[in-house]
């Protein structure tokens, strides 16, 4: 069975957030989430990465560990994994075939991420997986992996504003969804946080006598190490009177495969969860963190690659936190030092284009702009690009280029014909345009 026959035609459901569907259609495959222990990350931005850490820390450890994240790069196998391998297309297809057979005539038909993620809960409990790390899809509250009573932690990484088109029009709202992945008494760890957003998560741990866990940035120590400090200031964690719990300090030194300054937030988060699970009684040793991160792949996000003898950045940097990371890290290369940037960019037309122009965009780049060749779902369109070249030409008028090109290879053909191998190239705006260029470029990249 192709696996695209079975989950295309479901994007006709488009999103819609709400927990019925997803908690029918499980209870019609025999609750098999009741049987996953989960850790649960929810966030704008960093979630992925934070994911990727874990599970690979969790499968060191020696523990069978379940990964199941969104979007997929380029195959829908991504999104499930065990132990750090996707799941086979034919147990996929096999998958969506008895969650299909559970969907009742009568019911309210299951859009396509519930499907999936009902399959992620059956894979994990047919494998009987010791753990398994959850990505939230969007939002929190609703989001279908909303699901589990008792996670043995919780993760917020950040929040900004993004899809408040669902969530609401503030961060504060944004905020609300997110934290409703909450549960009484579980310990949450919370990433650096917009103080309005810090408020409502705050309120909701102390309302829910949740441990909360606000660890600092592991600092780097070398070309990529790291040194994360356990207990250090500002990684308390305060139960329901807001008591706080302090330990003996001790570090721990680590290499850091995955490229970006932000990569020291992210690893502390998850070094900050994994040391919960310690303390629940989980045995995960010093060396299983060190080499368990060593381990860490998580492509699309400040991956290095070539195309045609040019050295390739990519990333999503899909808003405009995204953006300002990456731009952060762009200008931290030696080899750029002041040089123009060579930015080929698509994006959703539901995306903040000016904050994102404005973070990345300096005089004398130049910009090639794509369509973005998917749709995730009915009414979720690639922005226009004519537009978008008007609006980085009023935002910064000494762009020293601005092409309009009707794929993503025809821009990146434009960008090295007129660039040195030395110049740097960036591929951002979309996860979705990333997966474009690894699945066109799998075997030759």
Request: with cysteine; charged share 20%.
């Amino acid at each position: 069975m192709n696996i695209d026959s079975v989950i295309q035609p479901l994007q006709r459901f488009g999103v819609h957030l709400g927990l019925d569907r997803i908690v029918n259609l499980l209870a019609n495959l025999g609750n098999p989430h009741y049987q996953v222990p989960i850790i649960h990350v929810a966030g704008t931005n960093g979630k992925g990465s934070v994911c990727a850490y874990l599970s690979s820390v969790l499968t060191e450890a020696g523990y069978r560990t379940g990964r199941y994240t969104s979007p997929h790069l380029v195959d829908w196998t991504e999104r499930i994994c065990l132990n750090e391998q996707p799941i086979s297309s034919e147990e996929l297809s096999q998958l969506f075939q008895k969650v299909q057979t559970a969907i009742h005539p009568d019911d309210e038909p299951p859009t396509q991420f519930e499907v999936i993620t009902a399959a992620a809960w059956l894979y994990f409990a047919q494998q009987q997986v010791d753990i398994a790390v959850v990505e939230v899809g969007l939002g929190g509250r609703l989001d279908a992996t909303n699901v589990c009573l008792e996670p043995l932690v919780t993760l917020i990484t950040s929040i900004s504003r993004e899809h408040w088109q669902q969530l609401g029009p503030t961060v504060a709202d944004i905020a609300r969804e997110k934290a409703g992945i909450l549960k009484p008494g579980c310990a949450v760890v919370v990433g650096t946080l917009p103080p309005e957003a810090e408020k409502v998560v705050r309120s909701r741990a102390l309302e829910l006598q949740c441990p909360l866990f606000t660890p600092q940035p592991s600092r780097q120590i070398a070309t990529g190490w790291a040194e994360y400090i356990y207990e250090a200031e500002g990684q308390r964690g305060r139960g329901a009177e807001g008591e706080i719990k302090e330990s003996a300090h001790h570090s721990i030194k680590y290499p850091l495969p995955l490229a970006g300054q932000i990569q020291l937030t992210n690893s502390a988060l998850a070094l900050a969860a994994l040391e919960i699970l310690q303390q629940q009684g989980w045995q995960i040793s010093e060396e299983a963190i060190i080499h368990g991160i060593a381990k860490t792949k998580w492509p699309g996000r400040m991956q290095w690659t070539t195309w045609k003898n040019h050295k390739l950045l990519l990333d999503g940097a899909h808003n405009t936190a995204a953006a300002q990371v990456l731009r952060q890290y762009v200008d931290s290369l030696d080899a750029v030092n002041h040089k123009p940037v060579n930015w080929v960019m698509g994006m959703f037309a539901d995306k903040d284009h000016t904050d994102i122009f404005t973070a990345l965009l300096r005089p004398g780049d130049r910009l090639y702009l794509v369509p973005i060749p998917v749709e995730p779902w009915p009414g979720r369109t690639s922005a226009d690009l004519q537009e978008l070249s008007n609006l980085a030409y009023n935002l910064c008028p000494e762009l020293s280029d601005r092409q309009i090109h009707p794929d993503l290879f025809t821009a990146l053909e434009a960008a090295t014909s007129t660039t040195t191998t030395e110049d740097l190239i960036v591929l951002c705006g979309s996860l979705y345009l990333v997966g474009d260029f690894l699945a066109n470029t799998k075997y030759n990249s």
